[in-house]
Nanobody, 126 residues
Framework: QVQLVESGGGLVQPGGSLRLSCAAS????????IGWFRRAPGKEREGVSC????????YYVDSLKGRFTIPRDNAKNTVYLQMNSLKPADTAVYYC???????????????????WGQGTQVTVSS
């Protein structure tokens, strides 16, 4: 059974940090591109970032560069979304997903990913 499970969401104050986890079962994440997406209230789901299996190809949306990163822990078969300097506009349900294609802006923007988790809620509020 192929499964992705997100965790680590919660309530955080503006300027704070959270680390979301995307844990895989049924397959090895190190051989797949990982994408992070989010859906804010009343908005369409949007791509956040992706990381290729090689860890050499990455893409971050311009508004999030310098604040969000995607560390990978191959031993734990887990990928993270490290979120720093959080803003209220970051409030959303965050999803991870996988594909066999290499990370690119096109891949992320078209959301060409095939296995999805159920999401974890992040709320940024004072």
């Amino acid at each position: 059974q192929v499964q992705l499970v997100e965790s680590g969401g919660g309530l955080v104050q503006p300027g704070g940090s959270l680390r979301l986890s995307c844990a895989a079962s049924g397959f090895n994440l190190r051989y797949y591109t990982i994408g992070w997406f989010r859906r804010a209230p009343g908005k369409e789901r949007e791509g956040v970032s992706c990381l290729s299996a090689s860890a050499g190809d990455t893409y971050y949306v311009d508004s999030l560069k310098g604040r969000f990163t995607i560390p990978r822990d191959n031993a734990k078969n887990t990928v993270y979304l490290q979120m720093n300097s959080l803003k209220p506009a970051d409030t959303a349900v965050y999803y991870c997903a996988t594909t066999q294609d290499r990370c690119s802006a096109y891949l992320l923007n078209r959301q060409l990913f095939y296995s999805w988790g159920q999401g974890t809620q992040v709320t940024v509020s004072s």
